[in-house]
């Protein structure tokens, strides 16, 4: 019985243990104007971002089309396996649950399974590493699918911006308003939700300040099973706050990745996020 | 099936290269009205390229039917065009499309030329699939423009019609669903404008009809879909008053200021200012010298960047139209008890640009007061009374008046818990680290913790002869107390802001509020900024109008 694993480009876990673990990524479009890229194939993460400070109007991105996932799910069975699970970005999010969803229609609906993260991407990312060690236990698709029903409601996401202008930019703005009534200069805390919202976490006027509430957020969410820092251009930043992050949870594997631009975009250049799943119970 | 042999007669058929035309003609269609079906974007989320994603998708689907033969079955090129699409599809009204095409392409398979009965069915086909593809099918979306274009031909096609009359009687039938949208979704309905996606395809599908020889009356260029005037064009109002407007959803930003400048033309500081008010309107009225600007904008930091190199922005106001909205709907809709906070901060704090920030962060109230001027007991109460919130965390800022704060927190008949905060630099840290949803347990330790990472300098002048570690200070001289400890004195103020801010160079500082006093001048309080920014280049400074007496400069490190 194989049973593979399929994602898209919004799960950011490094490509190396993508690739190690044969997970296959289906890769989200950018638009720029009229322009089209493959994220993550036509453009870099930090082409991107570059990109997004520049832009005039704030470049928009979109699922895969349907024929994207029609040639994978079609090859993965041509290489012989039995079942797929294929796990993405939250459908409130992206319409790239909808575009796997009709390819599987159209390819094998029996024996492909499309799954709805429920949240975007360490947090698809965490779903795609418990499917793919699942699948290596030998654990059956259907059981597969029901495991990972369990977590979205573990899993959240906590950012530092350094502006609330992209936010607002991508009209995600939501409880996060009151923050605007001031003349201050104010760096904004939020949690991010499965369905897009916003939520107020705090604010801060150093980024600092900020790094520190981030760790004082995250531990208020022990214990935790898995945790990961995302970063939005500013690299050293989000390796920095990996290495401390390690100090503190000796135990736990810290994934570092450069955040998508699905997340960029909403979020703004030099974000840091924790993105981190609750132990159960 | 078809009447090829009369030639003087429509064909009742639509032939392969028929319908590659028409989708040709759909093309240029989409194309024209792009920019307008992008506007019309506000479901399911306001991001404006419904248009593009429609346009590129029908291209990719046009793409794969140039490919073929120009002599060729309407069932061959359907199928090019579905699998086109299906493979170019983009965004979510895309890959609707695409489905579209996939369903049309599956009723017409195998067939030579489509008929009027093959026509209804591929239509029908076309809207079944693109239902299936959609996990919650919203009513007043491209789905019930493509169902009811449909129903129409499959009525038309029972009639025993012409091609050209079912055609026309389905793009009549998507245009009627494509007006009642606006009625269908209440973003719609509250944005006056129709959806985006179905009048993309009811434009793609009157493109067919036009290309087919039946298109007379088909166009719709008596489809109001949206209200006043046409985008951007400019019309005046009285004298000297120039006003922008422009039709468009949703709320954006009330952004008004004050621009002061020299030799400034309403005309051209609206022009240059309306550009960011597209979506919306622009006011500038005043003279030359002085400029009123109230704008509603999508992007008030683009509006005062701009404004910023036309002149000095003063008088600042910017709210959240749709918060206000909002706000306003809950208030009616649920009535004033639930205006009621269940905590709220009040804060003790002297003048005029202190309590528009302090309420701008969220204080419920502001007493009046500062060093020499302590707010009494009573005047504490009636703060905390205004507040309206049934739990109460006072920030008294002041260390003269904590024992006061806490006196008025015994007395009081509500629950008042005081932060001790020593200067406003505390209080304005520790009212950027409340949290409304949180415990008054919870908040007091936060803030707490949160007042004690800021460093105050506060400036005021001396008021007699003293001395202190530095040297002699005489009556009238300018001195520094950082965290409350004198640390500089002297004849020159500036110097005096430095010297205490040396002190700070190895505490990790990042930004640097200046808060002027009511007697210092603007151009002073600039010039100090200017020094501040040249003696420590790495630290962020920022300048606003704290209004205080006594105290020339408030001054926060953190």
């Known amino acids: 019985m194989t049973v593979r694993v399929v994602t898209d480009s919004t799960c950011d876990l490094p490509a190396e243990l993508r690739e190690s673990a ?81 390819a599987a229609q159209a390819v094998d609906p029996q024996r492909i399974h499309v799954v709805d993260s429920r949240t975007v991407s360490l947090g698809t990312g965490f779903l795609v590493l418990e499917a793919v060690a699942r699948a290596a236990a030998g654990d059956a698709a259907p059981a597969i699918v029901d495991r990972l029903a369990t977590m979205p409601d573990r899993v959240g996401i906590i950012c530092l911006l350094d502006t609330l202008r992209y936010l607002l930019l991508g009209g995600r703005i939501g409880k996060v308003r009151a923050m605007l009534g001031t003349a201050l200069a104010i760096k904004p805390l939020i949690g991010l939700g499965p369905d897009g919202s916003v939520v107020p976490l705090g604010r801060v006027r150093s980024r600092t300040g900020g790094i520190r509430r981030l760790a004082e957020l995250l531990a208020e969410h022990r214990p935790l099973e898995r945790c990961g820092v995302i970063y939005v251009g500013a690299a050293d930043d989000g390796l920095r706050l990996a290495e401390e992050t390690r100090r503190t949870y000796p135990q736990m594997e810290v994934i570092a990745h450069h955040a998508s631009p699905v997340l960029s975009t909403h979020t703004g250049p030099s974000t840091l996020a924790y993105c981190y799943l609750e132990g159960e119970g | 099936m078809a009447a090829s042999s009369a030639p003087a007669a429509l064909p009742n058929a639509v032939t392969g290269a028929g319908l590659r035309y028409g989708l040709e003609r759909a093309l240029g269609r989409l194309l024209e009205q792009r920019e307008r079906i992008n506007d019309l974007n506000v479901f399911p989320v306001p991001d404006g390229d419904t248009g593009t994603n429609m346009h590129l998708t029908l291209e990719a689907a046009l793409a794969a039917a140039a490919q073929l033969p120009a002599q060729t079955s309407v069932a061959a090129v359907a199928a090019a065009a579905a699998h086109g699409s299906l493979m170019g599809a983009r965004g979510n009204s895309g890959v609707i499309l695409s489905q579209v095409l996939r369903g049309v392409a599956a009723g017409c398979e195998q067939a030579d030329e489509m008929g009027p009965e093959m026509l209804a069915r591929a239509l029908s086909e076309g809207s079944k699939v693109a239902y299936a593809a959609v996990k919650r099918p919203v009513e007043g979306t491209i789905l019930t423009v493509v169902r009811e274009a449909a129903e129409a031909a499959t009525r038309s096609a029972a009639d025993h019609q012409p091609i050209a009359d079912v055609l026309q009687a389905a793009v009549a039938g998507a245009w009627d669903a494509v007006e009642r949208s606006r009625e269908q979704m209440e973003v719609l309905r509250d944005a006056g404008v129709v959806d985006a996606g179905g009048f993309g395809l009811a434009v793609i599908l009157s493109a067919l009809s036009e290309a087919l020889g039946s298109g007379d009356s088909a166009w719709p260029d008596a489809i109001q879909v949206e209200p006043g005037p046409p985008l951007g064009e400019p019309s005046h109002g009285p004298a000297g008053v120039t006003a922008f407007s422009a039709p468009h959803a949703g709320y954006g930003y009330c952004t008004e200021f004050s621009l002061v400048g020299a030799q400034m033309d309403p005309l051209e500081v609206r022009a240059r200012l309306g550009e960011e008010a597209e979506d919306d309107s622009a006011l500038v009225v005043g003279d030359p010298g002085l400029l009123h600007v109230h704008i509603h904008t999508h992007e008030p930091w683009e509006v005062l960047t701009r404004a910023a190199e036309l002149g000095r922005i003063e008088r600042l106001k910017v709210e959240d139209m749709t918060s206000q909205h909002d706000e306003a709907r809950r208030r009616h809709g649920r009535g004033a008890r639930e205006a009621r906070l269940a905590l709220g901060v009040v804060v003790v704090a002297p003048g005029f640009g202190f309590h528009q920030l302090l309420l701008g962060l969220g204080a419920a109230a502001v007493v009046e007061g500062g060093q020499s001027m302590n707010p009494t007991t009573a005047e504490l109460l009636r703060g905390i009374d205004e507040a309206q919130a049934d739990e109460i965390i006072l920030l008294p800022n002041n260390p003269n008046l904590v024992l006061g704060a806490e006196q008025a927190a015994r007395v009081s008949r509500r629950e008042v818990a005081v932060v001790p905060t020593r200067n406003l630099p505390q209080g304005v840290a520790a009212l950027l680290a409340f949290d409304p949803d949180a415990t008054l347990a919870v908040n007091r330790q936060r803030m707490q913790r949160e007042m004690a990472r800021v460093h105050a300098i506060e400036v005021t002048s001396a008021v007699k002869d003293s001395k202190f570690a530095g040297g002699p200070i005489a009556r009238g001289d300018a001195i520094a107390l950082l965290d409350g400890e004198l640390v500089a004195a002297g004849r020159d103020t500036p110097e005096v802001v430095l010297a205490a801010l040396d002190r700070l160079t190895d505490a990790g500082v990042e930004v640097i509020t200046l808060y002027r006093g009511a007697r210092v001048q603007v151009a002073e309080a600039e010039k100090l900024e200017q020094m501040i920014r040249d003696r420590f280049p790495d630290w962020e400074v920022e300048r606003h109008d704290g209004g205080q007496d006594l105290y020339p400069y408030i001054i926060s490190a953190e």
């Open chain 1, 22 to 102: 044969g997970i296959v990524t289906v890769p989200l479009r950018l638009h720029f104007q009229d322009v089209v890229f493959r994220d993550r194939v036509d453009m870099t993460d930090e082409q991107f971002v570059s990109r997004l400070v520049d832009a005039k109007a704030p470049p928009s991105t979109s699922q895969p089309p349907p024929g994207d996932f029609e040639t994978v799910y079609r090859q993965l069975f041509d290489e012989g396996a039995d079942e797929i699970i294929s796990v993405h970005i939250a459908a409130a999010l992206s319409g790239t649950v909808s575009s796997a969803t009709i």
